[in-house]
């Protein structure tokens, strides 16, 4: 189905004159839309590349869900064995999680990989195997990675697809996307005091004023490669360009010709009240759900479109009791040209289980009792930009 939305979408954009947009260089590329992941350009996207260094946004990725920004490093023993781009670390050095992604994101440190590697899982091979398990869990299709840091490997391999999902999760996080749209720091670091000073390879944050990192990446088979984020127009575009001749002047005619020819179309505002649903094993009552952050269809500037259609659908396997906050379903998008999208609901008000639902837990032999719901869809669309944001995606705020 996910296949089938994509293509729908490609064909979209076949009717659209792309302007500067086809003179891009690099062997593939995409515009995603990180707010839907909506795929807006799309040049062989699908096409199996070499990563080099974008890799290290998955890497850093699971940094920031694994770790606290506090939380020490240590490196491994054997960590002065790994080649190439360093950040110098002493066996035994002690260097904070925040400052080992400044590390791998600006200097693009393949030694703070694989510390990091170490640290999250034991060893390169468990990280690697954790870092294609997530990579399906936010609807990668075409990579396989085999190290932390994109040092060439035959079989370490991804698509500009997938690398722009990568970079759409990654950004949800606060602090990594601090830390990507830093130019230069000096980090800490317990044994090697003379080399704390980190320099972002992305040279776009000196010449535009809206760009927000991502990262850079080249080795001799895969090229110039990069992975960027821009915010315009009241919506995050994720943009990457593999193999490039001009890695920096396609990623400047890429981001001006997508925002040059799409904009927001209908929106619900994060916190928006959107309906009612019953929950399995609470009273008959429904309670209200309300969006965990905005959501938005985008079109060709100027032209309208089909409205969206919207629904509700409660998560399966969530029951009574459930706090005020929690996830409970999924608004339901649905666009015009067969583009879906899903947006996480969350229950506005308490809920305790029911007597019947109690009795019937104490009275059961450990097997699970469903109940049926119901389902009310009050949504509605309104304009503008939302001034509360819920916290769904992301650290606990103490992170």
């Known amino acids: 189905m996910k296949g089938i939305r994509y293509l729908l979408v490609a064909a979209l954009l076949g009717s659209i004159t792309l302007g500067q947009a086809q003179d891009i260089s690099a062997k593939s590329a995409v515009a995603i839309d990180a707010g839907s992941g909506k795929v807006l350009y799309n040049k062989d996207g699908d096409r199996s590349m070499f990563p080099a260094s974008t890799t290290k946004i998955m890497t850093g990725l699971l940094l920031v869900e694994h770790c606290l920004p506090t939380d020490i490093i240590t490196a491994p023993a054997d960590v002065e064995k790994i080649k190439e781009a360093s950040m110098h670390l002493r066996p035994g050095e002690k260097v904070t999680a925040r400052d080992m992604l400044y590390a791998i994101m600006l200097r693009s440190a393949n030694d703070g990989c694989y510390a990091i590697a170490v640290h999250i899982s034991g060893s390169v091979e468990a990280f690697s195997k954790l870092m294609n398990d997530r990579a399906k869990q936010v609807g990668c299709t075409h990579t396989h990675f085999r190290n932390p840091n994109g040092l060439n490997d035959p079989q370490h391999t991804t698509s500009a697809h997938d690398l722009g999902l990568i970079g759409r999760a990654a950004?949800?996080?606060?602090?990594?996307?601090?830390?990507?749209?830093?130019?230069?720091?000096?980090?800490?670091?317990?044994?090697?005091?003379?080399?704390?000073?980190?320099?972002?390879?992305?040279?776009?944050?000196?010449?535009?004023?809206?760009?927000?990192?991502?990262?850079?990446?080249?080795?001799?088979?895969?090229?110039?490669?990069?992975?960027?984020?821009?915010?315009?127009?009241?919506?995050?575009?994720?943009?990457?360009?593999?193999?490039?001749?001009?890695?920096?002047?396609?990623?400047?005619?890429?981001?001006?010709?997508?925002?040059?020819?799409?904009?927001?179309?209908?929106?619900?505002?994060?916190?928006?009240?959107?309906?009612?649903?019953?929950?399995?094993?609470?009273?008959?009552?429904?309670?209200?759900?309300?969006?965990?952050?905005?959501?938005?269809?985008?079109?060709?500037?100027?032209?309208t479109q089909p409205k969206a259609t919207v629904e509700i659908e409660p998560l399966p396997k969530v029951q009574a009791p459930i706090k005020k906050g929690d996830h409970v379903g999924d608004l339901i998008l649905r666009e015009a040209d067969g583009w879906i999208q899903r947006v996480p609901v969350l229950a506005q008000v308490d809920v305790e289980p029911s007597r019947m639902a109690i009795l019937a837990k104490k009275g059961s032999t450990g097997s699970t009792i469903f109940f049926g719901s119901a389902l009310f869809v009050g949504a509605y669309l309104v304009r503008g930009r939302a001034k509360k944001k819920l916290k769904y995606y992301g650290r606990p705020t103490k992170r």
């Open 171 to 303: 950004m949800r996080y606060q602090w990594f996307r601090e830390v990507v749209r830093t130019k230069k720091v000096q980090i800490s670091r317990s044994i090697n005091q003379h080399d704390r000073v980190m320099v972002n390879h992305d040279k776009l944050l000196k010449k535009d004023p809206f760009a927000e990192g991502i990262k850079t990446g080249y080795t001799v088979p895969a090229g110039h490669c990069f992975v960027g984020s821009s915010t315009q127009n009241g919506y995050r575009l994720i943009t990457v360009v593999l193999k490039s001749q001009h890695w920096q002047q396609d990623e400047e005619d890429l981001m001006s010709w997508t925002f040059k020819h799409f904009e927001k179309k209908e929106r619900i505002a994060a916190g928006a009240v959107v309906g009612k649903v019953t929950l399995p094993g609470g009273d008959s009552k429904p309670i209200p759900v309300a969006l965990a952050r905005e959501a938005y269809t985008l079109g060709p500037v100027g032209k």
